[in-house]
């Protein structure tokens, strides 16, 4: 081949590659643009309020999907939860490598169950959001999810299912300290009685009882007294030693995402999860 033949020919095979990787970059700009309509401002959530065709009442399951970045963070109603979305071209979405952490958990009634959630969101194919509605449709085209957007510390909507005070809801302890893979934990649980000024329940092996005040954010809860039986099957002893110990040192409180932790100052003592008095 001559040479300017050969130039010309080598000019073609250059351009059509910058041509392609234009077009490339161009569709990589426009999905990542398209999908930051599904990214929440600071503060807003994702919650799920129908999975799979069925309603969800109360849940403390969400998607929070991380602004500039192609990841999830969230919760599965009992699990926390990670991983990655991939916004392939508009209104387009693929989510993969979706990793939870372990713990077994007592599912409220009403909410969603975990593996629905889980296979609902890695089924999803296309996105449709209109107000704060957002849509997840399979590749077939049939609705997963539907979440509303919501502020995450906002009190006592309907749909999250959020405790808006501490006697509210009847707290079922799910951690100590930071161990977020403790084992499940059966029936230990705190009752707080606003206007008796009362905080009761059980350690999973005595029933306990005792006095509390609160403040904006500070709680103390005092004069605990237990039955005495002893139980030394499963560790419980030792769990209930820690547990009591968690509510007598505690001296400030939250409640976010139906959730209530203790703290001793910035130390984190005890995470417990909401469930409707009854």
């Known amino acids: 081949m001559p040479t300017s033949l050969h130039s010309r020919a080598t000019e073609d095979i250059m351009k059509k590659i910058q041509t392609a990787a234009i077009y490339t ?14 990214t929440n401002r600071a503060g807003e959530i994702w919650k799920p309020v129908e999975v799979d065709g069925s309603k969800v009442v109360v849940t403390n399951a969400f998607v929070n999907f991380v602004p500039g970045q192609r990841r999830f963070t969230g919760n599965t109603g009992c ?102 893979t403790l084992v499940a934990i059966t029936g230990v649980f705190v009752n707080f009685i606003a206007e008796k000024g009362t905080a009761g ?7 306990f009882g005792g006095s509390y005040t609160t403040g904006k954010s500070s709680i103390r809860i005092t004069d605990i007294m237990s039955t005495m039986r002893a139980c030394e099957e499963d560790g419980k002893m030792q769990l209930e030693r820690e547990f009591l110990d968690g509510l007598r040192n505690a001296t400030r409180y939250d409640i976010s995402d139906n959730h209530l932790h203790l703290y001793r100052k910035n130390a984190l003592l005890l995470t417990f999860r909401g469930e409707p008095k009854g």
């Open 79 to 180: 699990n926390q939860m990670t991983g990655t979305v991939t916004p392939t071209s508009h209104s387009r979405i693929h989510i993969t490598g979706t990793a939870t952490t372990r713990r077994a958990c007592k599912m409220m009634e009403g909410s969603v169950p975990e593996d629905a959630f889980l296979r609902a969101l890695n089924n999803a194919a296309r996105y449709r959001r209109h107000g704060q509605m957002l849509d997840l449709f399979d590749i077939r085209g049939k609705r997963v999810v539907r979440f509303v957007s919501t502020t995450k510390e906002t009190p006592g909507d309907p749909l999250v299912g959020t405790a808006s005070s501490l006697d509210d809801q009847k707290w079922f302890l799910e951690s100590i300290a930071n161990r977020k």
């Open 25 to 38: 970059f161009l569709g990589l700009i426009f999905s990542i643009t398209a999908f930051g309509q599904i």
């Open 201 to 207: 329940g059980d350690t999973g092996c005595n029933v």
